[in-house]
């Protein structure tokens, strides 16, 4: 019963405190012909395959790496060269064929993070409005065929969000005990000031022993 991500995120929607353990997608390297059998795209200064799939290269997949030479926010330097190249333009070059390229599935970027609690505490406002029950509570779990999404929010408005395995039971009890973790490493703290960034070891240490007993035995405990 795998747990991928931790998120904290306060009252105003802010991210404070994120704990990522999401599998990595295999990379694929691919040898390629003119013109090549997908459409890329620069989406957040990555080579993003947005039409084609083939040989287990699919849709959202990024370009890691050309003739073994790493590609850095969508350009990628030569040896020899002085100057780096901007990837999609130096494949539209069929004189650079046949070329070697790496696809993986991009991690995500600590912008992204934000981004997505931001969201994520938008849709649990909005989600609390359409309810037609009175004083109902918002999205407290979410589940897909690929991951389940739990939510806990505290008393004070802070949002205990965890992404784990569709399999995985016991998720709300999870969340209340990393509150508990949260209220003594992090908010009996003299230094720490509340809605600010959580940098605790003593938290960090004890999360990762929380989930590293859940996911063995299934039970909540520390």
């Given at each position: 019963?795998?747990?991928?991500?931790?998120?904290?995120v306060n009252r105003a929607g802010s991210l404070i405190y994120?704990?990522?353990?999401?599998?990595?997608?295999?990379?694929?390297?691919?040898?390629?012909?003119?013109?090549?059998?997908?459409?890329?795209?620069?989406?957040?200064?990555?080579?993003?395959?947005?039409?084609?799939?083939?040989?287990?290269?699919?849709?959202?997949?990024?370009?890691?790496?050309?003739?073994?030479?790493?590609?850095?926010?969508?350009?990628?330097?030569?040896?020899?060269?002085?100057?780096?190249?901007?990837?999609?333009?130096?494949?539209?070059?069929?004189?650079?064929?046949?070329?070697?390229?790496?696809?993986?599935?991009?991690?995500?970027?600590?912008?992204?993070?934000?981004?997505?609690?931001?969201?994520?505490?938008?849709?649990?406002?909005?989600?609390?409005?359409?309810?037609?029950?009175?004083?109902?509570?918002?999205?407290?779990?979410?589940?897909?065929?690929?991951?389940?999404?739990?939510?806990?929010?505290?008393?004070?408005?802070?949002?205990?969000?965890?992404?784990?395995?569709?399999?995985?039971?016991?998720?709300?009890?999870?969340?209340?005990?990393?509150?508990?973790?949260?209220?003594?490493?992090?908010?009996?703290?003299?230094?720490?000031?509340?809605?600010?960034?959580?940098?605790?070891?003593?938290?960090?240490?004890?999360?990762?022993?929380?989930?590293?007993?859940?996911?063995?035995?299934?039970?909540?405990?520390?």
């Amino acid at each position: 019963m795998p747990i991928f991500h931790v998120f904290v995120v306060n009252r105003a929607g802010s991210l404070i405190y994120d704990w990522d353990m999401a599998p990595r997608a295999p990379e694929l390297e691919k040898t390629l012909s003119f013109p090549i059998d997908f459409r890329l795209e620069a989406i957040d200064q990555r080579p993003t395959v947005v039409f084609g799939e083939r040989d287990g290269v699919r849709v959202g997949h990024v370009v890691l790496a050309v003739n073994g030479r790493p590609v850095q926010t969508g350009r990628v330097s030569f040896e020899g060269s002085e100057t780096d190249v901007d990837v999609l333009t130096y494949l539209q070059d069929e004189r650079n064929f046949p070329v070697s390229l790496k696809f993986g599935r991009p991690s995500l970027t600590t912008n992204e993070k934000i981004i997505l609690s931001s969201m994520f505490h938008s849709l649990y406002a909005i989600g609390a409005q359409l309810s037609p029950a009175a004083k109902s509570s918002g999205i407290r779990s979410l589940d897909t065929d690929q991951f389940r999404l739990q939510c806990f929010q505290s008393t004070t408005g802070t949002k205990f969000v965890l992404i784990a395995d569709t399999q995985s039971a016991s998720l709300d009890q999870v969340l209340r005990k990393i509150y508990e973790l949260y209220a003594d490493f992090a908010l009996k703290n003299p230094f720490y000031s509340l809605d600010m960034p959580i940098r605790c070891e003593l938290f960090d240490t004890a999360l990762k022993s929380l989930i590293e007993k859940f996911e063995r035995s299934g039970v909540v405990t520390v």
